[in-house]
């Protein structure tokens, strides 16, 4: 499946250069962790961007989850170094999200496919692209930014983690502590949430394009 073409935020951190929080070179362990988790700091502050919608404060966000990262590291037992780290950058963005004043619990009705079904779907996904995915890749990309900020969060951080981060069904469900069902089933409806606020000004774009001709 093709993905939204990337970035959709300016990178904020190099793989090769200074590692956020003043980590303590040399030594097996520090090389390790370098080598398997610092090359995913901007999918990290990615992430941690559109959940929060705050610039300055995923920075902060990104520099305490590699903080923690590294200090947990030894506990880090294989498996996806990306997923693990995105897990922690959820968690320590939802720690900042509760310590603001006012911030409000967002609770939404969802349904979600059977483990049965979404095995059988994730092992032959759909080689096409659908016609929302053609509509997003239309798109401008500061259109299709500001309607992925404007859906809830359960769709918005599913949406960013496969069609942006191009992290799989079982990453996403090792992330964000759900089923895979349910993972497949918030993807679904992200989209067509997204093809919904992106249509009316593709079919607009598209009539002026040829009242121009």
Not at 53 to 58: E, G, K, P
Not at 158 to 187: F, N, Q
Request: with cysteine; hydrophobic share 40%; glycine share 8%.
């Amino acid at each position: 499946m093709k993905k939204f073409p990337p970035p959709f935020f300016t990178p904020r951190f190099a793989a090769g250069g200074p590692s956020p929080g003043g980590l303590a070179s040399g030594g097996g362990s520090t090389q390790e962790f370098r080598r398997l988790v610092l090359p995913h700091l901007d999918g990290a502050y990615n992430l941690a961007r559109y959940l929060t919608r705050d610039a300055v404060l995923s920075e902060d966000i990104v520099q305490d989850a590699v903080l923690r990262a590294f200090r947990s590291f030894a506990q880090y037992r294989g498996g996806s170094p990306r997923a693990w780290l995105f897990a922690i950058v959820r968690n320590c963005c939802r720690t900042a999200q509760a310590g603001r004043a006012g911030a409000v619990s967002l609770v939404i009705s969802e349904s979600s496919l059977s483990e049965e079904a979404a095995a059988q779907v994730a092992q032959h996904p759909d080689s096409n692209p659908s016609p929302e995915e053609e509509v997003f890749r239309k798109a401008d990309i500061n259109r299709v930014r500001t309607a992925i900020e404007a859906i809830p969060e359960p769709f918005r951080e599913t949406i960013v983690l496969r069609d942006l981060e191009d992290l799989s069904y079982a990453e996403i469900a090792e992330v964000t502590g759900v089923p895979v069902g349910t993972v497949m089933s918030r993807l679904s409806r992200a989209r067509a949430m997204l093809a919904k606020e992106l249509l009316p000004a593709a079919r607009s774009d598209g009539e002026q394009s040829r009242s121009a001709k």
